[in-house]
């Protein structure tokens, strides 16, 4: 089997493992995912669990990871070049929470439930490739206008 097809094929056991677990730890009912974000309500703080389970395993397997040059598979890691926290991340970050509390669902939950057959991950994943789409508009944009910019000031 090629590198290309194993890649894949980990890719899709991955992702089923992923799915399998957002259901069954209620990660994709927006109703329990709204009862664990109203701290100051009826709160229902079970979904700490899964979202425990997840960072214990990303804490160890990202230990593992950065540990080794390059991934089991080839490639790269990809990891991050900026950690700094700046307005842009911050402005995200609170979009990404007002539209998680409206709405109920995190995007890895909102794909999972479109299998339910139901509008609202319908909607919901919709809407998030609406954003995302804006968002590359808006950055072209002012990447064109600081260009523009620079241009302008190093003829000056």
Excluded: E
Excluded at 62 to 79: E, N, T, V
Excluded at 85 to 114: E, R, S
């Amino acid at each position: 089997m090629s590198n290309g097809k194993k890649k894949n094929a980990l890719a899709a056991l991955c992702g089923l493992l992923f799915a399998f677990g957002l259901g069954l730890g209620g990660m994709t009912n927006p109703l329990k995912v709204q009862a664990f974000l109203d701290v100051l309500g009826k709160w229902d703080p079970s979904l700490m669990l899964v979202m425990g389970g997840g960072i214990a395993v990303g804490f160890w397997a990202f230990r593992a990871a950065k540990r080794r040059a390059h991934p089991l598979l080839g490639g790269d890691f990809g990891w991050p070049r900026s950690t700094r926290i700046d307005a842009q991340l911050l402005a995200g970050a609170a979009i990404f929470g007002v539209g998680w509390g409206l709405t109920g669902y995190c995007p890895g939950p909102a794909l999972v439930a479109l299998g339910a057959g139901r509008i609202g991950p319908v909607v919901a994943v919709s809407s998030m490739v609406l954003g995302m789409l804006a968002t590359q508009a808006v950055t072209r944009q002012r990447g064109r206008t600081t260009a523009a910019a620079t241009a302008t000031t190093a003829r000056s």
